[in-house]
């Protein structure tokens, strides 16, 4: 944690000596190197006051170097419940342009989501939107926790894109990451406003995989790292609870069913993945009635086998444009 706060106050400190020489593009990128090593800081932090101060400098950081690189990029929130969700939205010179709706998983925030696929879509005409649910990013100190149901609040991401930003939701599409999976199997099973849907792995069972996360983590307490440790109650923080036992019960019977889904959907699955995400995707794309489906298998030789593609978020991004095209019928 040290070792990365300290390079991002370097690197800060090296974004504000190019604003003194009227550089304002390097130093955007300088700051957004600068986030990134913050965000990478409270990685190894339990929650807290360290982790909430990290976390602010790093939305800080981000947020500087938007306005330093002259991205056409607005803060948003939805209220929700009793908090407000934030997000980011870029807006592409296309009127006609598609909008991708990039939603993160378990250990992530949604600026950093700019970085593994926003980038890539908007960079390619797309208009982009990231958001943090309940349960990412900081939302959880707000006491939004991961929940079942996550449609509700993706509906009302989605009413928010509507009304202040016009977004055409026919020609939205909506990306999930690791347990935003899980977030994008929901939403295309009841968000009826979506043009399509992508998941990287699919997870329509988080039970699944809970269960087996918890069974790998008491195998291996005896040798847990510090950094494990820590990282371990932050998403258990983020899951409202204490211990694994507890949020495990409450998605026991949580599922969603297949049998429901007729929007687009790419299913996209790494070879590295684990059995859990290998099985839950196969037998999702086999069981969605959607006649629009398709199944992307990156092995080993894409670079692209690992976790969402984190070895090579580019042929993610390039998949996912492909797909785009022909399925909502644009090209940039």
């Known amino acids: 944690m040290q070792a990365f706060e300290r390079q991002g106050e370097l690197l800060d400190l090296q974004a504000d000596t190019w604003i003194e020489r009227r550089c304002n593009r390097a130093a955007g990128e300088a700051r957004l190197k600068a986030f990134v090593c913050y965000r990478m800081a409270w990685q190894f932090v339990a929650p807290g006051d360290c982790f909430t101060r990290l976390f602010h400098t790093s939305q800080r950081l981000f947020?500087?170097?938007?306005?330093?690189?002259?991205?056409?990029?607005?803060?948003?929130?939805?209220?929700?419940?009793?908090?407000?969700?934030p997000g980011h939205f870029y807006q592409s010179n296309d009127s006609f342009a598609p909008t991708v709706l990039v939603i993160g998983g378990a250990d992530t925030c949604h600026e950093d989501r700019f970085l593994s696929q926003g980038h890539y879509y908007f960079y390619r005409g797309y208009s982009v939107a990231l958001v943090d649910l309940p349960g990412q990013g900081l939302v959880q100190e707000?006491?939004?926790?991961?929940?079942?149901?996550?449609?509700?609040?993706?509906?009302?991401?989605?009413?928010?894109?509507?009304?202040?930003?016009?977004?055409?939701?026919n020609r939205l599409a909506l990306l999930g990451m690791s347990l935003g999976d899980y977030f994008a199997c929901r939403a295309a099973a009841y968000e009826k406003r979506?043009?399509?849907?992508?998941?990287?792995?699919?997870?329509?069972?988080?039970?699944?995989?809970?269960?087996?996360?918890?069974?790998?983590?008491?195998?291996?307490?005896?040798v847990m790292s510090d950094?494990?440790?820590?990282?371990?109650?932050?998403?258990?923080?983020?899951?409202?609870?204490?211990?694994?036992?507890?949020?495990?019960?409450?998605?026991?019977?949580?599922?969603?069913?297949?049998?429901?889904?007729?929007?687009?959907?790419?299913?996209?699955?790494?070879?590295?993945?684990?059995?859990?995400?290998?099985?839950?995707?196969?037998?999702?794309?086999?069981?969605?009635p959607s006649s629009k489906k398709s199944l992307v298998i990156l092995d080993a030789e894409t670079g692209a086998d690992a976790h969402c593609q984190g070895n090579n978020p580019l042929r993610l991004a390039q998949e996912v444009d492909a797909w785009l095209s022909v399925v909502i019928g644009w090209k940039c």
């Open 63 to 85: 947020d500087k170097a938007m306005a330093e690189l002259e991205l056409p990029v607005k803060r948003f929130s939805v209220p929700y419940k009793n908090g407000e969700l």
């Open 142 to 169: 707000q006491g939004l926790y991961w929940e079942p149901e996550t449609e509700r609040p993706i509906s009302m991401v989605i009413d928010k894109l509507i009304s202040c930003f016009g977004v055409n939701s």
């Open 194 to 222: 979506l043009a399509a849907v992508i998941a990287t792995p699919v997870l329509s069972c988080p039970y699944e995989l809970f269960t087996e996360v918890a069974k790998q983590q008491k195998a291996g307490e005896a």
């Open 227 to 288: 950094a494990a440790s820590k990282n371990f109650q932050v998403v258990m923080w983020k899951a409202g609870a204490t211990d694994s036992p507890e949020p495990l019960q409450n998605w026991k019977s949580v599922v969603v069913n297949p049998s429901t889904v007729n929007v687009p959907f790419l299913s996209v699955l790494g070879t590295q993945e684990g059995a859990v995400w290998r099985k839950q995707t196969e037998e999702w794309h086999a069981a969605i």
